[in-house]
């Protein structure tokens, strides 16, 4: 097998942390993005220790600042003369009461849209340089729920819902996921794809800390109860969540396959098929125009720190 250099973020707990560890013992050069050094020093160690591969390193940087993301990239860039695969793995799911950042985006929005945007945007020269470069955008079937987007609100002033938001941006995702995918070929730019996968239904932290509402709260911990329950529980497990993002890095029968929606590491059809294709265009302006600041590489500062070598 190919050993492939591979980008995760929010690769310090949870499915990505899972799967940067799947991929390590593969034999490929990992590369996990973290907030926090310590953190990520000591889950670094680990995953060496875990599955005997000592070529994984990590990244900081607070992906709610686009400032952030672009030195991050800045000092892969110094580390590594191209890049195989970004797993755009980070996401979150927040409080009911809306809530925006520096930047003056809607937080949900800002990590679980833009930063997989810029960071796609910012890396794509390294991947072009790969024979076989790979974007995996990590989406979620709570974009079957979100309802119908207003193409005028993308960052979401009216939507008073946690659980709307999170899906709404998960249905995003996919949108820029498909329009990245049909550029790139447009541009004939065929070595490089672009695919969007769930996880399902994980025992995770994700979601236990916010307040989405009675409801919402009940389903996020439940997730915690189920994987307790064998032999369901294996399908609430990090490890099943992790295995389709594993399949769409490393599988080499995948070379070639872009604009994808996959699940349980088989491609399934999205809900937002027969959203309208304007209107996924009008939310990839929307990107570029809130990203263009950030788009030309510049010198790191201390906000991104390389480590483990």
Not at 138 to 153: C, F, I, Q, T
């Amino acid at each position: 097998m190919h050993k492939k250099i591979i980008l995760i973020s929010g690769a310090t707990d949870g499915i990505g942390k899972e799967t940067a560890l799947e991929l390590a013992k593969q034999g490929h050069q990992i590369v996990i993005h973290g907030r926090n050094k310590t953190k990520a020093a000591a889950v670094v160690k680990e995953l060496k220790l875990s599955s005997g591969n000592q070529t994984i390193q990590y990244l900081i940087a607070d992906l709610f600042s686009m400032k952030a993301i672009q030195n991050m990239v800045v000092a892969f860039n110094l580390k590594f003369d191209h890049l195989d695969v970004l797993i755009n793995n980070a996401g979150a799911v927040f409080d009911n009461q809306r809530a925006t950042t520096r930047d003056g985006i809607e937080k949900t929005m800002a990590l679980n849209v833009m930063a997989p945007f810029l960071l796609s945007q910012l890396l794509l020269p390294a991947l072009q340089k790969s024979d076989d470069g790979r974007i995996i955008n990590l989406s979620s079937a709570a974009h079957r729920m979100s309802g119908k987007p207003d193409v005028n609100d993308f960052n979401l002033t009216k939507v008073s819902s946690a659980q709307r938001r999170y899906g709404l941006s998960k249905r995003f995702l996919i949108w820029n996921t498909q329009t990245m995918a049909q550029q790139l070929l447009t541009e004939g730019i065929k070595n490089v794809t672009v695919n969007a996968a769930h996880p399902g239904m994980i025992a995770t932290n994700f979601g236990q800390s916010s307040d989405k509402g009675f409801l919402n709260n009940l389903i996020y911990k439940s997730a915690i109860s189920l994987a307790k329950i064998p032999p369901i529980g294996r399908q609430f497990s990090v490890q099943h969540g992790a295995a389709t993002d594993v399949y769409l890095a490393s599988d080499p029968k995948l070379i070639g396959i872009t604009g994808k929606f996959f699940g349980n590491s088989q491609e399934q059809h999205p809900a937002t098929d027969k959203d309208s294709d304007t209107d996924k265009q009008k939310l990839w302006k929307y990107c570029e125009q809130i990203t263009a600041p950030y788009t030309d590489v510049v010198q790191p500062d201390q906000t991104a720190i390389a480590g483990e070598n």
